[in-house]
């Protein structure tokens, strides 16, 4: 393995046995990041754990693909421990199994507990984008951390999709008809998949978003050039 700081494409690299990872999906046109995920590999094998949208989510066994995940190993899960990664995959599979979210610009620092049960912070439902689920996965996994990894105040709505935003609320109506708009409304804002994978190389929380702004150019660069 190389540097602390490298970014990989999947199946490009020969790796540790054992690790877990901040990864992204690249859209094949536009060769940026589109989709969230955590890549996780235990004793040699490769899982995908992430929220598609349109389905509840899931950790794919035996994941494998063509080269359009980008990803970045993390070092609060011991990389090459076998029993800890294994933990981490298990916990990952016990929030999967429990999960009802609905798809959701929605992030107030929720998370999910030891057997993958959701916790609410605020007293909202379970809500979350691809990069939302991702987050309270790991924060569960970090010690340190009070209630995210990053300093949520720090976003806002300003990029959320129009068109998607609307699709999710007519979800959201229909499954919590008596739901508080106004707390809702609250906490509606946007981390991208993009920003999501910059997180990946902080490590002092909670994570400030110009700090993210800072490297987030050279992240998608860095990106580009891995497609040359």
């Known amino acids: 393995m190389r540097s602390k700081n490298t970014l990989y494409k999947f199946n490009e690299e020969s790796l540790p046995e054992n690790f877990v990872s901040i990864a992204v999906n690249i859209h094949k046109d536009k060769i940026e990041p589109t989709h969230a995920a955590i890549l996780i590999r235990h004793e040699n094998i490769n899982y995908l754990h992430h929220f598609p949208g349109q389905t509840l989510p899931e950790v794919i066994d035996n994941f494998n ?82 209630n995210s990894i990053i300093e949520l105040d720090d976003w806002d ?37 993009l920003e999501y994978l910059c997180i990946s190389f902080f490590d002092d929380y909670p994570i400030k978003k110009n700090e993210v702004d800072k490297i987030k150019g050279d992240i998608l660069n860095r990106i580009k050039s891995m497609y040359n």
Do not use: H, M
């Open 65 to 146: 693909e063509s080269g359009w995940y980008i990803y970045k190993i993390i070092n609060f899960i011991e990389v090459g421990d076998s029993y800890e990664v294994g933990a981490f995959l298990q916990y990952c599979r016990r929030v999967c199994k429990n999960s009802n979210i609905t798809y959701s610009y929605i992030a107030d620092g929720s998370s999910y507990n030891d057997r993958g049960q959701f916790i609410s912070r605020i007293g909202l439902p379970e809500f979350g984008t691809c990069v939302g689920f991702c987050l309270n996965t790991l924060s569960n996994a970090i010690l340190d951390i009070e």
């Open 157 to 193: 709505d300003s990029e959320i999709l129009q068109w998607v935003d609307n699709q999710s609320v007519l979800q959201v109506q229909k499954k919590y008809p008596d739901l508080d708009w106004n707390l809702y409304n609250a906490f509606k804002k946007r981390i991208t998949p």
